[in-house]
């Protein structure tokens, strides 16, 4: 099978799913890397090293900044070209919309967000988490290509080959007029990325909780309530910077502004699916679970014994988490010799 | 400013969801506006607050998904569309966008087009950005600020690395997040003037289209294996004593 893969990439930084895409066509056959942008050629080296054995590179100056519109036509005139049997993306937020669009483009279907793929012949069956997770559904796609999105973390990112090289072809952009102009971005400063992150810490409302924190005066009622959930999430933080870990938070933690949005975890916040996922001070509400609870190994620290995350959870602590998460800390820093 | 909102009915988001002999389930939990589209709502209603003009709310569904319909005038919409036809079942996300797109280019003049990040059944997110590209339209996906200026648009997006803010022309299409703010509830003035608004319904030969085809089928829909966990429940007389013995659980389980 031809396949075609997308790197997705932030200013020259791939977002690693894409290299998880690229091992997955290496298992069906021969793989492209379509490589977007202006001044990526390192990422061309990049694909490479993962598997890919030749790179279609778009370098341009109007591609500087990730635009539905120009990528997709750009894209679109590519594999109207050269037909691939199979495009695959990882399902960050541009992958899922440019398979979106390429659908359109190329008259066919996508099968998103996809955990396991089977292959006999030249039929390809896949499986897919819908429901928040509730169910799988089994999908095929009767037209071609094949355009699949791939779940962050769901397939094996390959070993990287440093040195190995392959078939560089420079590619135009699209010309045309995408009246759609990037003015600029606002970056969370928020670290790892939630979706890519092997292992993920992640606060509750019951952060908030420790009575014996006292806010600075003049604050009213509301206040102290941020305050108060602010200050948990710095144990949240020192726990999850000491296992080189993500930051996570429910809703109710998000909603209570101990934290912004782009930390939430859940069928209203990311999907994540780390190798050990941390819930402090989270009760497990079926929102929740919805995000995290394909996380290989769950961590459940909560007073509650009823909480049902719990019943998601491998280890579990009962207990205040004002005492277990410093002492949890400090035990883990001395472990890691830090 | 005329705004349309496409909504779709799901099963609400507590709704214990199995499948039973091939089909999906849930019990006797009810059936809801998607919970994305409430924000795709508020987002119209703030645009029509700010500018003036229509909010038309439209789903595909059968006649049971006037309800949402019902939903969405409750909130604030000036009237509804039902688009209804039994060529309209099992779709896929490319076949939704193509009845979607032909519904706004029907209803005529549209200056906006708001959707949900995605359907909580299906979670595909895929329509927006699809009916966008048929429409020839920008795709505002992932919208947390939106500020309309004589033609052009200013949006903040949500990606992976923070907020991208872009400018385009209108119309276009957006589809909108949470942080775009919360979904005002419908109020009692709003729920009975909804139940009195008279809903059209649009069928095919109605919307003026043959029936798209779908191209993706799912022959089988599972339950996910079940996960056979016991909670290991650590222990110990002071704190360090467990924080020092889930360290050591932590880090084994670490892929260094
Ligand atoms: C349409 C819809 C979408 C939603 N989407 C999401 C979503 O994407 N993500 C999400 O998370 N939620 C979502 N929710 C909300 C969800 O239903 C819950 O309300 C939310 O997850 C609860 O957050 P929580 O566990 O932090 O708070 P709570 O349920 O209040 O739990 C707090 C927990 O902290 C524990 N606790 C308190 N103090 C301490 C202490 N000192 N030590 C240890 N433990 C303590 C308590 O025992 C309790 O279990 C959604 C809801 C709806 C209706
Ligand atoms: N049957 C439908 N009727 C109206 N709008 C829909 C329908 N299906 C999807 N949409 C819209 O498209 C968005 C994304 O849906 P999806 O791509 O299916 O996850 C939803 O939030 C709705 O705004």
Redesign the interface.
């Known amino acids: 099978m031809n396949t075609w893969v997308y790197v997705d990439h ?1 200013k020259g930084n791939a ?1 690693p799913s894409s290299w998880e895409a690229i091992g997955v066509g290496k298992s069906l056959g021969q793989v492209t890397a379509l490589v977007f942008g202006s001044s990526v050629e390192t990422l061309a080296t990049t694909a490479f090293e993962h598997g890919a054995d030749e790179v279609l590179l778009a370098e341009d100056a109007s591609l500087e ?5 120009a990528f ?1 036509t750009t894209l679109e005139n590519l594999a109207s070209k050269q037909m691939p049997d199979l495009l695959l993306f990882p399902t ?3 992958g ?2 440019l ?3 390429a ?3 190329l008259k ?6 996809v955990t396991a793929l089977e292959v006999v012949g030249d039929k390809v069956t896949i499986t ?16 071609k290509p094949l355009i699949i999105t791939l779940r962050g973390r769901a397939f094996p990112k390959p070993m990287q080959q440093a040195g190995r090289s392959g078939k560089l072809t420079r590619v135009a952009a699209a010309t045309g007029d995408f ?11 928020s670290g790892v ?1 939630l ?1 890519d992150a ?2 993920i810490v992640s606060g509750g409302r019951g952060v908030s909780n420790n009575p014996a924190f006292t806010p600075p005066p003049g604050l009213d009622e509301k206040q102290v309530e941020v305050w108060r959930g602010q200050q948990g999430f710095v144990l949240v933080r020192d726990l999850a910077s000491a ?1 080189g870990a993500a930051v996570g938070a429910s809703r109710a933690a998000v909603d209570a502004g101990y934290i ?3 930390h ?1 975890v859940g ?3 990311k999907v994540v699916s780390p ?2 996922y ?1 819930a402090v001070g989270i009760s497990g509400a ?2 929740h679970l ?1 995000g995290m ?1 394909t996380s ?2 769950i ?2 620290i909560n007073k509650d014994p009823e909480a049902p995350i ?11 988490l004002f ?2 998460i410093p ?2 800390t ?3 820093k001395k ?2 010799g830090k | 400013m005329k705004i349309v909102v496409c909504v779709k009915q799901v099963p609400d988001s507590t709704a214990k969801v199995v499948v039973e002999q091939g089909r999906i389930i849930w019990g006797d939990a009810p059936l809801v506006i998607n919970p994305w589209d409430e924000y795709a709502m508020e987002a119209a209603l703030q645009q029509r607050e700010a500018l003036s003009g229509t909010v038309t709310a439209v789903t595909i569904g059968d006649e049971s998904a006037r309800e949402t319909l019902r939903r969405a005038l409750a909130m604030g919409a000036d009237d509804a569309i039902l688009i209804s036809d039994p060529g309209l079942v099992n779709l896929d996300t490319q076949a939704t966008a193509q009845v979607l797109a032909a519904v706004i280019r029907k209803i005529g003049a549209v200056d906006m087009a708001f959707f949900g990040r995605q359907a909580i059944d299906g979670d595909a997110g895929l329509v927006p950005a699809q009916t966008a590209r048929l429409l020839g339209w920008p795709a505002l996906t992932l919208a947390s600020v939106i500020k309309v200026e004589g033609g052009s648009v200013h949006v903040e997006r949500g990606i992976e690395e923070g907020r991208q803010i872009v400018t385009a022309k209108l119309p276009a299409v957006f589809s909108m997040t949470k942080d775009f703010g919360e979904p005002r509830y419908p109020s009692f003035m709003g729920i009975r003037k909804a139940s009195r608004v008279e809903i059209p319904a649009w069928s095919l030969a109605g919307v003026g289209i043959a029936a798209p085809v779908s191209v993706i089928t799912w022959p089988e829909i599972i339950n996910p294996p079940s996960r056979e966990i016991t909670c290991e429940y650590i222990t110990g007389s002071n704190p360090d004593e467990i924080a020092e013995a889930l360290a050591a659980k932590i880090l084994a389980e670490k892929v260094l």
Request: aromatic share 8%; charged share 20%; hydrophobic share 40%.
């Open positions: 932030f977002l900044d990730y635009r539905a519109e997709a960050t937020t541009r899922r919309e398979a979106a669009m659908a359109i483009d066919t279907g996508v099968m998103v967000d897919r988490p819908i429901y928040g997770g509730k169910l799988l559904t089994r999908e095929t796609c009767s037209s009246p759609t102009r990037v003015e600029g971005y606002t970056t969370s400063g990325s979706a092997g292992m296992l912004p949005y782009v939430q069928q209203t916040g190798d050990v941390i079926i929102q919805a609870r290989k190994v961590v459940a719990f019943r998601l959870a491998r280890f579990g602590v009962v207990g205040d005492q277990i002492a949890l400090t035990a883990l472990k890691m």
